[in-house]
């Protein structure tokens, strides 16, 4: 069973799917691994690391493709132009392991379900515990909240600590965070680290404690929330009524502050609008909002993906695929989780396709020529199942 490590070709995507230190429980459960030429090393790892830890390198791109299971940072659906070359390169029966923005990319899993290859989303991974060091979508979360901090540290015309020098003393920056999931949760450990005051607000009010356990203060709002999460833990979309009495709430809160972080986001739509234009104008002048939404629209309604714009002395930064600017340690927790989905997966040097384990059923995307994850088929509108499609029963 051989194992293959393609280069990504996402356009300014630096991480690669697996890392040396990643490749020896693969090949101590029976796997040969297969990279290609260069697809570490914009993350840090040259061949000959690979090579050292057991690998094979490949020149060319086929050979990789050759593989019976090739594993990805960015699959076809999260790669749509330069991944459409791969498509050909797919056969029955064999198995393809990255992200793919599922829920937005349907007619890419078509595309893919056509090949007769089987897709594994790994955005998809069911937030358990058991899976829990699987989870990509909490480890590049992770990167991104600790790098949204950076981001308004290196913009905003202050400091963040409290400081006492002979010239006089500094006050300590104000931080709000609005989100309390991972990439929030990273944002105010990670300012609170940096020496400033952080408050935050999240719709779930069960997440006061992990706020309070990281030394940020949680804004109270008096806002009927009612179940704001999903059975993963996942914050649900609210209605309009609901997210318009929050702005007028924030607005006070947001002027007071000197960075504002926002990390409202909801799988497969479109983010929430939490901080508006009007927000923007009551703020001081050289303050930063950094929306870590703006992928999907932005929670600021002046956030422009992708870049980097002054409105009223206030800068807004909408970046863009944050874990590739730490392709070093993104591409070795993404590889951790890989590789502990590829064991999960793997027994014996042989895969085993259980179905009626919630990690193999939630994640798989197609199987034998058909889509069968159920949210994406419900997107489809596809109401049938062939018989051993591995579709839901």
């Known amino acids: 069973m051989i194992v293959g490590v393609p280069k990504e070709t996402f356009p300014g995507e630096r991480r690669v799917a697996l890392v040396p230190t990643a490749l020896r429980p693969l090949i101590k459960a029976g796997l040969e691994v297969i990279v290609e030429s260069g697809a570490g090393a914009d993350a840090g790892y040259p061949d000959s690391a690979y090579a050292d830890k057991g690998a094979k390198i490949a020149s060319s791109r086929d ?3 050759g593989a019976d299971i090739v594993v990805q940072v960015r699959g076809y659906g999260a790669n749509p132009e330069e991944g459409k070359a791969d498509v050909e390169r797919l056969r029955r029966g064999q198995i393809v392991i990255g992200t793919f923005e599922p829920l937005t990319s349907i007619p890419a899993a078509k595309e893919v379900a056509a090949k007769g290859a089987t897709l594994f989303a790994m955005e998809l991974i069911p937030r358990i515990t058991r899976a829990q060091s699987m989870d990509v979508l909490s480890s590049m979360a992770t990167i991104a909240g600790y790098k949204a901090v950076l981001l308004g540290a290196n913009h905003l015309p202050k400091m963040f600590p409290m400081m006492m020098t002979a010239a006089g003393t500094i006050s300590p920056a104000k931080v709000f965070v609005v989100g309390a999931g991972v990439a929030g949760l990273q944002a105010i450990a990670s300012a609170k680290r940096q020496g400033a005051i952080v408050e935050a607000y999240d719709v779930r009010p069960a997440v006061k404690e992990q706020i309070e356990s990281l030394g940020g203060k949680f804004l109270e709002l008096e806002l009927e929330a009612g179940d704001a999460e999903d059975k993963g833990g996942y914050a649900k979309a609210m209605g309009e009524e609901f997210y318009r009495k929050q702005r007028e ?7 007071e502050n000197d960075v504002v972080i926002t990390t409202a986001a909801v799988p497969g739509k479109k983010a929430p609008i939490l901080i508006t234009a009007e927000m923007v104008r009551g703020m001081m002048p050289g303050s930063v909002i950094v929306d870590l939404a703006a992928e999907r629209g932005g929670n ?5 993906a992708g870049e980097t714009v002054v409105e009223n002395g206030v800068t807004i930064i909408g970046p863009l695929n944050i874990p590739t600017t730490l392709p070093f340690h993104a591409s070795q927790m993404y590889a951790k989780n ?3 989905f590829l064991a999960h997966l793997v027994k014996d040097g042989k895969v085993e396709l259980n179905m009626e384990d919630e990690i ?3 994640t798989m995307v197609c199987r034998d020529g058909e889509l069968v994850n159920p949210a994406m088929r419900e997107g489809a509108n596809v109401t049938t199942t062939t018989a051993g499609s591995g579709g839901e029963e």
């Open 338 to 340: 890989v590789a502990t």
């Open 63 to 65: 050979e990789v493709f």
């Open 249 to 255: 709430m924030m607005t006070k809160v947001v002027a």
């Open 360 to 362: 193999t059923r939630d």
């Open 300 to 304: 600021c309604e002046l956030t422009r």
